[in-house]
């Protein structure tokens, strides 16, 4: 039978997973399509912001919100050890996908945030992905799964 941490630590790998998963298609299709028309995006979203196009926003959302969580995923699941984490982790008796768990879900909530202050305009899948930010840091920082990542 699975701990409640274990299951938690794969709730978290599950979350990252699903993030990453999407974003990697979205900043794609964005990054081959900068006029943001494969995936319906009208250009008038970009009239506040300081881009002419969607290629610089796909290739954020594809590192940021795509590789790193897929690794976070990978990494909570396995526990690889990554000097160049190490060298970030802002907590040294954590393990280092633990810390990035809560960077990412940071992450997640300030880019929803900036492109609702760019558009002006809330819709239901901002509230949707400021959620799974929240959701991201609410669950790397419970006792248990802290405990599961302390070293």
């Known amino acids: 039978m699975m701990k409640q941490s274990e299951g938690r630590s794969w709730l978290l790998s599950l979350m990252h997973g699903i ?11 964005l990054i081959i399509n900068p006029t943001g028309n494969m995936v319906n995006l009208p250009e008038s979203l970009l ?4 881009f002419s196009s969607f290629l610089f926003p796909g290739i954020i959302l594809l590192l940021v919100l795509g ?5 976070i995923a990978i990494a909570l699941i396995r526990c ?18 633990w810390t990035f768990s809560l960077y990412t879900g940071f992450a997640l909530i300030i880019w929803i945030m900036v492109q609702v202050y760019w558009i002006q305009d809330v819709s ?16 790397t920082l419970l006792p ?8």
């Open 19 to 29: 993030l990453g998963v999407g974003a990697i298609v979205g900043g794609s299709m």
């Open 47 to 50: 009239l506040n912001s300081p």
């Open 67 to 71: 590789v790193m969580p897929l690794m």
């Open 80 to 97: 690889t050890p990554w000097a160049p984490g190490e060298r970030l982790n802002l907590y040294p008796d954590r393990y280092w996908a």
């Open 124 to 139: 239901i899948i901002h509230l949707v992905y400021f959620a799974w930010g929240v959701g991201i840091q609410v669950v």
């Open 144 to 151: 248990s799964v802290q405990r599961t990542y302390s070293k």
